[in-house]
């Protein structure tokens, strides 16, 4: 695969990658050095797994969908499949959760993990994508499972350079019903007076969606997450740089994201799969997404004590989610109205915010005169959080949060001999929390189709908290010849507890804490009071191990690893009873990458990746029971593609995906969910026109019927995948 560097990285490096030759019939493997986002470092010298997608394979995923989530799916044999949504519910990487990155910073909220990340992302604006797997402590909580960065467009010297690309996506279920447009232009250039720019814009619609068996697809199948239907939405990224004295450099940039999704209908959840409800009306606020990210960039390679870079950034986030109502067992749980015969509150639908600043400070110092070879990566971070989740009457609906954490790091690199290299480092962190007092809404809840009840209002007691948490790694490479290396590491990362999501579900849990309907303010005094304390969630350590082989020869390259990942105080969301738990689980799997080049016109290659895990369902420290559909919703998946390049320019792409079902008992009960499995095709054809390209692309191309095990998994609710779509598009440089 053109986009395969299948490489390792310590837990505090991330990596880019010069592109693999093919030549004749070989691969050449070249010496490859990779820039970890704080250091520049040989790819022979890294000990955990990183895969690098190139440009080249971006811009052949985009020829058949635009989504980001799809491209990491198909070639990330960790990542889980797509639920071709704007939301990322249970997608997740290696079973855990995926840090999303641009250029470098972090685009979640860690106080409130929500779900609608990769989505946002404009793959016309991506130059690369970096994901480094398994638990890193590189850039601060959230990569339990990994972190993929998109690294953005660069200048090349030269004058104004602009790139079009346009597409037209539909359904054939519906042409007319499901057109989907999509446009992209890139202005870029590079002066001899140092400056450099790169502006890219893009927007793109949708209308209805369809299955493979013609039906058309509900807008809000996970409950509150949005679907891939009736929106519009455009992005900008904008960066202007400025090179000086030989070595500096200093960079500005924005990012804007912007999405609206209206509904026309209601989902209706109570049948054997979800679906559209045809006789009510949609009738809350749009599906919003108004953010932003600001950059600014400096570094010296010619600093006193090595290469120095700062970057400081913020991020102004704003997430409007669907609105729902009261439908048992699905959505059980809803913002109360006081009628009982109604129990949705009109305001049943929220918004968040996140106002997120820092400063990250990296130097990377040779120590030759201690260790010839050696060197050290060392800086600091500072981050400054503030988010807040409201109804759309305003009133809060967790406790508002407001946090700092500083951090310091150290990664030493040492070569031991000619063919063994040694990495290993720390990272302390410090976090000063900050939980307000907030009184949480009234709700209406029914654990059975009889059994209903009343949680009155709560009042919640925050107050002042503080988490500190060291993280470590260790590993090591070895040269077995100049074309294969072996690897092994330890790395450890950490998830920050989900405050709002504890404080959100405050009171939830006991029933001391309810009441019957027909006497809805029955609680004393003494249980209309909670601390934040009794319900605080614990920060969670990742542990993970790995151990592999990479390289290539002749015609061949790929890679194996195999991985286990433990954590004491594991997070698990029960969607039947709506609360969030924390225990001690167990991931194990397998991933394998292989590139044939069978002759100079035709490739074959193929990703396949195993994983599966259990936990302690009733905390007596014995791993019983599978972990649950969302955090492990298909096994086994994998693609398999062949790419044909006649003499001509005209190139013939065929993919194959599939995906395993899962037939697990989640607890003690053995309760099972099933989940099937699946196998599609798809097809995409592009050559030279008028001095671009011109390409078309069939997705499913056998129309075939298939439930999305990710999308499945949300709420143990079946929801069927896309059916057949074609693309027609061009792009140009001029």
């Known amino acids: 695969m053109r986009y395969s560097q299948f490489l390792l990285i310590p837990a505090v490096g991330l990596m880019s990658s010069q592109a693999v030759a093919q030549q004749s019939a070989g691969v050449t493997l070249d010496e490859i050095t990779v820039t970890a986002a704080r250091a520049q470092r040989s790819i022979s010298d890294i000990p955990q797994t990183v895969q690098v997608v190139d440009q080249k394979e971006i811009d052949e995923q985009l020829k058949q969908s635009g989504s980001a989530s799809a491209l990491l799916a198909k070639l990330l044999p960790g990542f889980s499949v797509s639920n071709q ?16 990155l641009m250029d470098g910073v972090p685009l979640t909220t860690p106080l409130r993990d929500v779900s609608r990340v990769l989505s946002l992302i404009d793959l016309n604006s991506v130059e690369r994508i970096e994901l480094v797997a398994g638990a890193s402590s590189l850039y601060g909580a959230g990569a339990t499972g990994g972190t993929v960065n998109f690294v953005t467009k660069k200048a090349q010297p030269g004058g104004p350079r602009v790139s079009v690309n346009t597409a037209l996506r539909t359904f054939t279920a519906d042409p007319g019903g499901s057109l989907a447009p999509e446009m992209s232009a890139t202005v870029s250039g590079k002066g001899t007076n140092g400056i450099d720019y790169v502006f890219v814009g893009s927007g793109r619609g949708a209308q209805k969606t369809y299955d493979g068996a013609g039906r058309e697809l509900p807008s809000d199948a996970m409950l509150g997450q949005g679907g891939g239907d009736r929106l519009v939405s455009g992005n900008f990224l904008g960066k202007i740089g400025y090179d000086f004295d030989g070595g500096k450099r200093i960079e500005a940039s924005i990012s804007q994201f912007y999405l609206d999704q209206t509904p026309k209908y209601l989902t209706d959840y109570s049948g054997a799969y979800a679906k559209p409800d045809f006789t009510k009306p949609y009738t809350g606020q749009s599906v919003l997404e108004d953010s932003r990210s600001f950059q600014l960039r400096y570094s010296d390679t010619d600093f006193v004590l090595g290469n120095l870079s700062v970057v400081g950034f913020y991020n102004d986030i704003k997430k409007r989610f669907n609105y729902s109502e009261f439908s048992y067992p699905y959505n059980s749980l809803v913002y ?19 106002e997120r600043g820092g400063v990250n400070l990296t130097i990377d110092t040779p120590l030759d005169r201690i260790w010839n070879g050696a060197k050290v990566t060392w800086g600091t971070d500072v981050v400054h959080d503030k988010t807040w989740q409201t109804l759309t009457d305003g009133r809060d609906v967790f406790t508002p949060l407001t946090q700092v954490t500083t951090a310091g790091f150290a990664l030493v690199q040492v070569p031991i001999t000619d063919r063994l290299t040694a990495r290993g480092g720390v990272r302390y962190e410090h976090f000063d929390l900050s939980v307000d007092d907030f009184l949480r809404p009234a709700a209406y809840a029914a654990i059975s189709p009889v059994t209903r009840f009343v949680l009155p209002a709560l009042n919640v007691i925050g107050g002042q908290y503080e988490y500190a948490s060291p993280t470590y790694n260790l590993g090591a490479t070895f040269k077995l010849n100049n074309k294969i290396d072996l690897f092994g590491g330890f790395s450890q990362g950490y998830a920050l507890p989900d405050v709002g999501a504890y404080t959100r579900r405050a009171g939830l849990s006991s029933t001391a804490f309810a009441c019957p309907v027909a006497t809805p303010n029955c609680l004393p005094l003494a249980r209309q009071t909670i601390s934040f304390t009794s319900i605080a969630p614990e920060a969670q350590i990742v542990n993970n191990y790995e151990i592999g082989i990479r390289g290539g020869d002749g015609p061949y390259k790929g890679s194996i690893t195999g991985f286990v990942s433990t954590s004491e105080k594991g997070v698990t969301f029960d969607p039947v009873t709506n609360l969030i738990s924390q225990q001690k689980e167990m991931i194990y799997g397998v991933e394998y990458i292989g590139e044939m080049a069978i002759n100079r016109n035709f490739t074959l290659g193929t990703t396949i990746g195993y994983k599966e895990g259990r936990y302690d369902t009733n905390k007596d420290g014995v791993l019983d029971s599978w972990l649950p559909n969302n955090r492990i919703g298909s096994p086994v998946r994998g ?96």
């Open 336 to 354: 109360y109205s006081g009628n009982p015969l109604s129990p949705t509150s009109p305001a049943n639908q929220t918004t968040l915010y996140s």
């Open 85 to 100: 949504t704007i939301s990322g519910a249970s997608e997740s990487y290696r079973g855990r959760d995926l840090l999303v």
């Open 639 to 734: 693609l398999i593609f062949g790419d044909y390049r006649f003499d001509n320019g005209i190139k013939l792409r065929v993919e194959g995906e599939g995906y395993s079902g899962r037939n697990r008992g989640i607890n003690l009960t053995n309760t099972v969910y099933p989940i099937e499995g699946g196998f599609t095709m798809n097809a995409a054809l592009s050559g030279p026109v008028y001095g671009g390209e011109a390409y078309a692309a069939v997705n499913n191309l056998f129309d075939a019927e298939l439930q999305n095990p990710t999308a499945t998994s949300v709420r143990n609710l079946p929801v069927y995948s896309w059916g057949r779509t074609v693309t027609v598009g061009y792009r140009k440089t001029f």
